[in-house]
Nanobody
Framework: QVQLLESGGGLVQPGGSLRLSCAAS????????MGWYRQAPGKERELVAS???????SYADSVKGRFTISRDNAKKTAYLQMNSLKAADTAVYYC???????????????WGQGTQVTVSS
């Protein structure tokens, strides 16, 4: 059973920082793209940032210059460094990854359970 376990969420004041981690475990041959999404109450889930297996990154306009996505392929872990946090960043943050279980398999999409980030004074 493959799992994506997120950690690092919490309560932070405006202007503060948090670092989210997403660790993949289980039967994994390779991981292609990994990403972070977020969903605020009453809103659609949106893509925050993504990173390919080669390290190419993309970001939502709302977080460019403040958030940085990275990954450690050896640890099967992705990170989201969030700086200059705003109240508008408050949401549940979900990790997403495209995983292949064997060399002959196809990639499938896996989601984590989510971690709450609350930005408030």
């Amino acid at each position: 059973q493959v799992q994506l376990l997120e950690s690092g969420g919490g309560l932070v004041q405006p202007g503060g920082s948090l670092r989210l981690s997403c660790a993949a475990s289980g039967r994994i041959f390779s991981i292609n793209a990994m990403g972070w999404y977020r969903q605020a109450p009453g809103k659609e889930r949106e893509l925050v940032a993504s990173i390919t297996s080669g390290g190419s990154t993309s970001y939502a306009d709302s977080v460019k210059g403040r958030f940085t996505i990275s990954r450690d392929n050896a640890k099967k872990t992705a990170y989201l460094q969030m700086n200059s946090l705003k109240a508008a960043d408050t949401a549940v943050y979900y990790c997403n990854a495209f995983i292949r279980a064997s060399s002959s398999g196809t990639y499938y999409e896996k989601w984590g359970q989510g971690t709450q980030v609350t930005v408030s004074s």
